[in-house]
């Protein structure tokens, strides 16, 4: 649709079509027979809430992995590197490790920014929290039960990457 058409639509469509429907047979609908012809299915339903809510998890989840990244390595640099050391991590490999983590993180959220490497980044969004609940596990087993939860909330932080990498099509 051009800029003339927009203009025509605005003004509104007036005419006599009794012989178009003469000719070719066809009576038109009005707008209110031709929706209610076709109600919403529940995947209708499920489709509009979904396509509402897409942008903002994907907002949440590209400013979750940019400013934990962010904060791990500029905020929280030192209780970062403290974790490590605090459970036996070699002193040598701490800071190269927190800085690695941070900026991974960093790009995780930058990548999933952008449409073009969104899902991307949310397969390494995925891969990634994994692999921190993996090392977690072996490494520092005590963070699973610290007060505020962090590493139980990644599972669902992957189950929201999961919906978002699957809802990421628009065709």
């Known amino acids: 649709m051009d800029v003339a058409d927009a203009i025509d639509l605005r003004r509104g469509v007036t005419g006599d079509p009794s ?10 609908k009005t707008l209110a027979e031709a929706v209610g012809a ?7 339903k499920w489709f509009a809430r979904l396509y509402l809510a897409k942008a903002l ?28 050391s605090a459970h036996g991590f070699p002193p040598a490999l701490v800071a190269p490790v927190t800085v690695l983590t941070s900026l ?5 959220g930058i990548l999933i920014a952008f449409r073009r490497t969104s899902a991307f980044g ?22 699973w ?9 990644t599972g669902p932080a992957i189950v929201l990457m999961l919906v978002a990498l699957l809802t990421l099509d628009n065709r």
């Open 122 to 143: 949310l397969i390494a969004g995925i891969v990634v929290s994994l692999g921190y609940m993996a090392g977690a596990a072996i490494l520092t087993p005590d963070l």
């Open 57 to 84: 998890v994907i907002t949440s989840l590209a400013l979750f992995w940019t400013v934990s990244g962010v904060i791990s390595l500029l905020v929280s640099y030192s209780a970062a590197t403290g974790i490590l």
């Open 104 to 108: 991974m993180d960093i790009s995780i």
């Open 145 to 153: 039960i610290e007060p505020l939860g962090a590493l139980v909330k």
């Open 38 to 44: 076709r109600p919403a299915t529940i995947q209708d």
């Open 19 to 28: 012989s178009w429907m003469a000719a070719s047979g066809i009576v038109p």
